[in-house]
């Protein structure tokens, strides 16, 4: 019976592959979306020489870096093509759709994987113009990976067992889990820069956080100092 539950989820997947790849096809019939492709293109280069002059230092890139980071780390979407009649049908057998959810799970996993690494792609010109390390690239690459894993078995969870948390702990969990980011790459890059770092971190913390202090930011606040704390 497990193995029906399986077959059941790789036989929606195809079929959702199967729509996909029709509007991929409509999509990409059309000339005109090739002038668009190459005007995002052109956009992305001015974009990333915009942002190499805006971003001077390497504090600030690591800031902005880690937040765009954090929101594709804290969003985790779990795909299980699920419908809505199936809570009539798969209810009575509760109990057996272990297999089902593990197949949603790892194929949202690799969705959100590849999220992950394609944005790395990105940004990965402005990365090299700021550290200039390949091997800092891809241990945060890898750094970024587990995070998601982490991030996607705490949502299958929650799915799977029904079980919610209250804001003040997903909002701890996501702000401790952005800015970790940050700090495993300064720990990755060297102890060289670290008390100068340290003085820009707790300036911008000062600014940022303290100065207008409301619930959420305190929370952030204590994050961030623990995890300061962590690393150095």
Same mark, same amino acid.
């Given at each position: 019976m497990s193995s029906l539950w399986g077959k059941l989820f790789i036989r929606r997947l195809k079929n959702q592959w199967e729509k996909e790849r029709i509007y991929l096809f409509r999509v990409f019939s059309n000339s005109g979306i090739f002038i668009i492709i190459g005007f995002l293109m052109y956009l992305y280069v001015k974009l990333l020489k915009w942002f190499d002059l805006i971003i001077t230092s390497r504090f600030e890139f690591i $800031?902005?870096?880690?937040?765009?980071?954090?929101?594709?780390?804290?969003?985790? *979407?779990?795909?299980?093509? +699920?419908?809505?009649?199936? !809570?009539?049908? /798969?209810? *009575?057998?509760?109990?057996?759709?272990? *297999?089902?959810?593990?197949?949603?799970?790892?194929?949202?996993?690799?969705?959100?994987?590849?999220?992950?690494?394609?944005?790395?792609?990105?940004?990965? *010109? +402005?990365?090299?113009?700021?550290?200039?390390?390949? $091997?800092?690239?891809?241990?945060?690459? %890898? !750094?970024?990976?587990?995070?998601?894993?982490?991030? /996607?078995?705490?949502?299958?969870? %929650?799915?799977k067992k029904g079980i919610f948390f209250s804001c003040s702990v997903y909002y701890k969990y996501s702000i401790a889990e952005s800015f970790l980011l940050s700090h495993s790459v300064i720990f990755a890059d060297g102890w060289n820069h670290k008390l100068s770092f340290d003085n820009q971190a707790n300036i911008y913390i000062a600014k940022r956080y303290v100065v207008y202090p409301n619930q959420q930011r305190t929370k952030a606040t204590v994050c961030i100092l623990y995890l300061f704390e962590l690393v150095y």
């Open positions: $800031i902005c870096f880690s937040v765009i980071m954090g929101c594709f780390l804290t969003r985790n *979407p779990l795909t299980t093509f +699920l419908r809505e009649t199936d !809570i009539y049908f /798969m209810l *009575p057998a509760e109990s057996e759709l272990t *297999p089902y959810f593990k197949y949603a799970f790892y194929y949202s996993l690799f969705i959100q994987a590849l999220k992950i690494i394609v944005l790395m792609l990105i940004l990965y *010109p +402005l990365f090299q113009s700021k550290t200039g390390n390949h $091997i800092l690239f891809f241990t945060t690459c %890898i !750094i970024l990976l587990f995070l998601k894993y982490l991030n /996607m078995n705490v949502v299958f969870y %929650i799915e």
